[in-house]
């Protein structure tokens, strides 16, 4: 978990750095028209995690893993109402299943009953955006819909708990984890925004991330799948 706290310290730096390279000029402060945005948003994600167990781990099954997905959107150049925009955003994703189901699973020995404990998947990521919005209506601040997309890097880690339910003394199977992981992460999305006033709009947004290198991975028990489904809701703000 030491690199997502890295990599948020990183993030929050090139922020700053390229809040100042990309500022408000003062041709656009003329024109009565901010074109930076800050977008903090808030929401769901769904994981998936397939689970390989039985004699020779020769079975699986997908196991759901929901959590919570946070991020910030700084936009840098963010038209009047439809158009291209683009920026950047930081979050966090984090995935967690509760357990409480067993499954046979071959420790290497023989086959023992097990209990899938817990398990938990967490990225904290940046991220460079694009994306085009249309306009719905004909004024200046009209709802609009849109889609974006997104690459960057993540750094995350991840933990997973199968206990041993013939041996007490062996509280977990697992013993193989990846250590924090660090790749590339990709999303695609679509956004609808609604406008509160001059320099606000509500937005919400449905997207499939992908992190190609798993941040939760164990060869002998299974591996998160690279996609994760999220809807977050949260504010636009322009500044």
């Avoid at 509760?98 to 940046?126: C, K, N, R, Y």
């Avoid at 190609?212 to 809807?231: A, C, F, N, Q, T």
Wanted: a negative charge.
């Amino acid at each position: 978990m030491r690199r997502i706290v890295l990599l948020l310290l990183g993030v929050c730096f090139l922020g700053g750095t390229a809040g100042l390279v990309f500022g408000q000029s003062e041709e656009t402060e003329e024109e009565n028209w901010k074109k930076r945005i800050a977008s903090p948003s808030y929401g769901l994600t769904m994981g998936f995690f397939e689970l390989k167990y039985g004699p020779d781990r020769d079975q699986s099954e997908t196991l759901l893993m929901p959590g919570i997905d946070i991020r910030h959107f700084n936009g840098l150049n963010v038209p009047r109402s439809g158009g291209f925009y683009y920026g950047y955003e930081i979050g966090l994703l984090a995935n967690f299943y509760l357990g409480g189901d067993q499954f046979p699973f071959d420790d290497g020995v023989e086959t023992v009953p097990g209990t899938v404990e817990s398990m938990m998947a967490a990225s904290g990521f940046l991220m460079l955006k694009h994306g085009y919005r249309f306009s719905l209506g004909t004024g200046d601040y009209s709802p609009v819909f849109g889609f974006e997309i997104g690459a960057g890097i993540a750094a995350g880690g991840a933990d997973l708990i199968i206990n041993n339910d013939e041996n007490e003394d062996e509280s977990n199977l697992v013993d193989d984890l990846a250590d924090e992981p660090v790749g590339p992460i990709f999303e695609l999305g679509i956004e609808g925004g609604l406008p509160l006033g001059k320099n606000l709009r509500f937005v919400t947004r449905l997207g499939i991330t992908v992190l190609p290198v798993p941040s939760l991975d164990s060869e002998k028990y299974g591996e998160m799948s690279p996609p994760r489904i999220g809807l977050r809701g949260g504010l636009t703000w322009n500044h």
